[in-house]
């Protein structure tokens, strides 16, 4: 067996939206819950922010997959929270 092996090759179609959702659903329970823990409402909401845009994308990336799109959104996602941050001065 040769191949990249991950979560996402071993699931069907269903697997991948499962795990896709749970995924995001943990992430915002788990970053809202940052508001009960002393962080500023702001930040929290920024750093909510990459993943209300990943929902929001998440259906036109399944009907056109590309690695480019991958790539540049979902790594481009990933630091957009810190950059933010880092521009609003929040802590």
Sequence with gaps: AE????LVTQFDDRGIHLLFT?????CIIFTGALYFSS???PVVA???L???ILWMVHADFKNHPTDYRFYLVLDGLMMLSGLFLL???LP
């Excluded at 191949?3 to 991950?6: A, K, L, N, Q, T």
């Excluded at 749970?22 to 943990?26: E, K, N, P, R, V």
């Design 3 to 6: 191949g990249i092996r991950s």
């Design 22 to 26: 749970g995924s995001l659903l943990a």
């Design 39 to 41: 962080i500023s409402l």
């Design 46 to 48: 920024i750093l909510l």
């Design 50 to 52: 990459p993943a209300g």
């Design 87 to 89: 521009v609003t001065g």
